[in-house]
């Protein structure tokens, strides 16, 4: 099994909703990550997760909430967004020791009313 | 400062031609890696090849190969014999080695167009 998968695909919220993103991987990998990709820009870097620990914050703010309950699992918990925040939010994961490429999800589309 | 660099926002290839994609980087580190994903507009972001700063001959997975010029400090994708389905953009990455970061840096991308 060499996929990543993420759920929902499309997720609308209003400002002052509660969601969560959800990222899976079953290829014993042990770091995951996520990215968020703003139209016709580059992913950017927002979380490293390695051995089921944060590892990497790239400074972002706190209404984004990673957790990694599990070497399998990786959540992004959503709360008080700004509209600005919609973009494609990308999971990826890699081996945990090697500079091998990270495999990808399809990304969840994030829209904030 | 621009780790990696991209300087074709777009290009136009006819099927069946081959093309040539650019891509320059910056690390001060010895050993790193390069990457090359396509993301097609559904969004998913796919691996195509990996140049590892360490090896000496350059890297070919089917029709697309790496022109890695490590003096230079370029990493350029050749896809050869251009599909229709090759239409999307290309992002050129780069990992570190230096820091234990095994996150990517991503380059602006170069939407390729292939037309019949």
Redesign the interface.
Known sequence: DTEVTQTPKHLVMGMTNKKSLKCEQHMGHRAMYWYKQKAKKPPELMFVYSYEKLSINESVPSRFSPECPNSSLLNLHLHALQPEDSALYLCASSQGSAVLEQFFGPGTRLTVL | AQKITQTQPGMFVQEKEAVTLDCTYDTSDQ???L?W?KQPS??????LI?Q?SYDEQNATEGRYSLNFQKARKSANLVISASQLGDSAMY?CAM?E?KTG?????????TRLQVQP
């Open positions: 050993s790193y890696g990457f994903y559904s969004g998913e972001m796919i691996f990996y590892g992002f990992r080695g970061r095994r996150a990517l840096t991503f380059g602006s991308g």
